[in-house]
């Protein structure tokens, strides 16, 4: 207990030393020597480019968008617009750095190489984004390389572009980074071509199916608005990536199917297509006679013929069979669009023209009806045998047959 209260003495004691000698006096006039009043002028200097900053972003970037949207050119709008947070936030990087001038001229001692690598980096950093803006699917780019120098550059390969560029530019600005703060990027290569057996074992599945997207980009199969199916999913084609392609299904749903999946198996391509088929069964009743049959099949044949959506070639109409209840007419042709609401419509217009010839020549479809034929039991009635569906609307007939003669 004594050893304890003699240190905690000597501890409260060394504390009063402190402050009674001239220690706290010495401190200040550290201080002092870093000349507060360039503290007080680095501090000044960097609210004034945050409020820079801000009055640019506010003010100055609509004005400048305003004067820009007068002119008749598309690029500098979007030029404009993809370096507009680059821009703003160069305000804040540019006080940062004279804040840290300044500091430094005060005698704090400060390490001035470093501030200056901070700085470059920032600067590759904040162009780097601008120019990352512009490499967008819908930027200026692709739409100078598609309208201005019609140059006709697939849809297809608008993304798998875009990411390439992306990809190049975040590579560049790596490695500019890294010359600046003196990494050696040669060895860092080296390093890589070292691992990069292993990691090509370990990733063959990833770089199957990036080899499988250049093939697709490089054969065209198919390109982003089709409609295909494979295997059993149907859809239409959204975006291709490096790795994997995204399929909306007619449900809405979203399918990421990976690109060797596309490349290995049938893949039907329906958009291709120049025309689509329109196949209908039409039954007629059994009453009808062979005269009106002919003049519902010439009618019809005539209607498809002078319809303006309908390709003259292929146009079938023939009485094809007797079903069980109906004599069968077959209906074969080709619309002369590979949209899919479009051809619907088409049909629905020949469905319409088709009720209209009918009832023009005062014919019926026919209803569907059976036949059922029940062995007589010797204690049974003939109430037994009455039977009707009238939910179905179909005809039933009854006959009853003798069991000793088979007679009716």
């Not at 200056?116 to 739409?143: P, Q, R």
């Amino acid at each position: 207990m004594n050893i304890r209260k003699k240190e905690s003495d000597f501890l409260f004691q060394s504390i009063v030393d402190f402050f009674t000698e001239d220690n706290i006096q010495d401190v200040f006039n550290d201080v002092t020597t870093y000349k507060f009043k360039y503290i007080g002028i680095a501090i000044g200097v960097f609210i004034l480019f945050v409020l820079l900053k801000k009055i640019f972003a506010k003010y100055v970037f609509k004005i400048i968008l305003r004067l820009v949207n007068k002119t008749k050119f598309n690029a500098d709008t979007k030029i404009v617009g993809a370096f507009q947070k680059p821009v703003t936030n160069f305000f804040g990087v540019l006080g940062f750095y004279f804040a840290f001038k300044i500091l430094i001229i005060a005698g704090i001692p400060i390490n001035t190489v470093f501030i200056d690598k901070v700085f470059s980096s920032a600067v590759i950093i904040l162009i780097s984004w601008g120019l990352y803006n512009l490499t967008e699917e819908s930027s200026l780019l692709f739409e100078k390389m598609h309208k201005a120098y019609d140059i006709k550059v697939d849809k297809i390969l608008f993304p798998f572009m875009s990411k390439s560029l992306r990809l190049v530019l975040i590579a560049l600005v790596i490695t500019m980074i890294a010359e600046t703060w003196g990494y050696n990027i040669q060895g860092f290569v080296t390093g890589l071509g070292l691992g990069g057996l292993a990691f090509a074992l370990a990733a063959k599945d990833a770089a199957a199916n990036v080899i499988a997207g250049i093939f697709i980009i490089l054969d065209k199969p198919f390109t982003i608005g089709d409609w295909v199916e494979c295997d059993t999913l149907e859809g239409s084609i959204e975006s291709i990536s490096f790795r994997t392609t995204k399929i909306r299904t007619i449900d809405e749903s979203l399918i990421i199917v990976p690109n060797s999946k596309l490349t290995n198996e049938a893949v039907i391509n329906f958009s291709r297509r120049g025309k689509r088929r329109v196949s209908l069964n039409l039954e007629l009743n059994y009453s009808m006679s062979r005269e009106k049959l002919e003049i519902c099949i010439a009618s019809i044949r005539i209607m498809l013929e002078n319809y303006p959506q309908v390709n003259k070639e292929g146009i079938l109409v023939r009485f094809d069979k007797f079903s069980d209840s109906s004599l069968d007419i077959l209906i074969c042709c080709f619309v002369d669009t590979p949209d899919f609401g479009e051809y619907f419509k088409v049909k629905e217009n020949i469905n319409f023209e088709i009720i209209d010839i009918l009832h023009q020549e005062e014919v019926s479809m026919a209803l569907q009806s059976r036949n059922i034929y029940v062995e007589k039991s010797p204690n049974m009635n003939k109430e037994d045998f009455e039977l009707k569906d009238t939910h179905l609307q179909k005809e039933v007939s009854v006959k009853k047959f003798d069991k000793k003669n088979g007679t009716e």
